[in-house]
């Protein structure tokens, strides 16, 4: 089961558009010796420098040996796999949030344990809570459960555990919160369906999947003999349009994103195709009479 729930919980987070490392560590052999039993997640911090704690989360410390997650939380977002098989972070069971945990001391086996990697003098970046709470609706997916199956390690510590958290004082994050965002990156993302059938539409022209020149303006600033085929190019593409789609602000500001990673491989100005994209969003909405009953429309830029 291990691996193939490691192997699965890659997968989704690439859908989702967090960029995940899988080959920092052997991490299918990664492990305890215990046999999982996953049944939810604990949400911990490193209390180390941002990105300085990787050694020590795989061979452990001089009072526990390692791995020490399943999974680290980087300063910019992304996700490294550490371990498919249960690790050594989660301790024993029966703190006063534990439920619908069991109480136990063999915790371990049954909870993916996701380390993120900030010194809790400070607080996580945002770009690692946003990771950690696509995580858990990962995590969460996979079991056909919801997020009352994630926990922070403090709900579940008999030890007086606090994290994640910072401080001073020792004040942990409200995992009421990360959970109500879990909830709601499990029920779908902020976009119509309007909305993502434009961008979809966009996409699929950015990738080679469809002809390009469906929108007006595209043809002059991509050569639509030229087929974007090159591989980095493409999995950039596809991670950034994922994460733009399901979690930017605005449609405006995935939108603008999007353009300039376009504009930055081919040389073309990001601007101009921009406004070319928003007009023609702009004029299907009008043709289709959807306006404001939908969503706004983004405007022109400046």
């Given at each position: 089961m291990s691996v193939?729930?490691?192997?699965e919980v890659i997968r989704r987070l690439r859908a989702r558009g967090v960029v995940v490392s899988d080959n920092w560590t052997d991490w299918r052999r990664n492990g305890n010796g215990q046999t999982s039993a996953y049944a939810g997640g604990i949400m911990h911090h490193t209390a180390t420098a941002y990105g300085d704690a990787f050694p020590a989360l795989v061979a452990g410390r001089p009072d526990l040996s390692g791995p020490l997650c399943n999974s680290a939380g980087c300063a910019d977002g992304s996700i490294t796999i550490v371990a498919a098989h249960p690790a050594n972070h989660a301790g024993a069971s029966g703190g006063r949030g534990t439920r619908p945990f069991p109480d136990t001391g063999v915790f371990n086996?049954?909870?993916w344990g996701h380390e993120i990697v900030y010194p809790g003098t400070n607080p996580m970046?945002?770009?690692?809570w946003h990771s950690m709470v696509q995580l858990g609706a990962v995590i969460c997916e996979i079991l056909n459960r919801g997020p009352e199956w994630i926990k922070g390690h403090y709900e579940t510590s008999v030890t007086g555990k606090w994290d994640p958290g910072f401080a001073p004082p020792d004040r942990s994050i409200s995992m009421n919160d990360v959970r109500?965002?879990?909830h709601d990156a499990l029920e779908g993302d902020m976009f119509t369906p309007a909305d993502r059938q434009f961008l979809d539409d966009i996409k699929e022209q950015l990738t080679g999947s469809r002809e390009p020149g469906q929108f007006p303006g595209f043809p002059s600033f991509v050569d639509p003999t030229v087929k974007l085929s090159d591989v980095d190019f493409l999995r950039r593409i596809d991670q950034r349009v994922n994460t733009l789609l399901a979690h930017s602000d605005t449609q405006q500001e995935a939108l603008r994103d999007l353009?300039?990673?376009?504009?930055?491989q081919h040389g073309?100005?990001?601007d101009q195709?921009?406004?070319a994209i928003t007009t023609a969003i702009n004029e299907e909405l009008e043709r289709a009479s959807l306006g404001s009953s939908k969503s706004?429309?983004?405007e022109q830029p400046a």
């Open positions: 193939a729930f490691a192997t086996r049954m909870v970046t945002d770009a690692q109500a965002q879990i353009t300039q990673a376009v504009s930055e073309i100005d990001g195709l921009l406004s706004p429309r983004p």
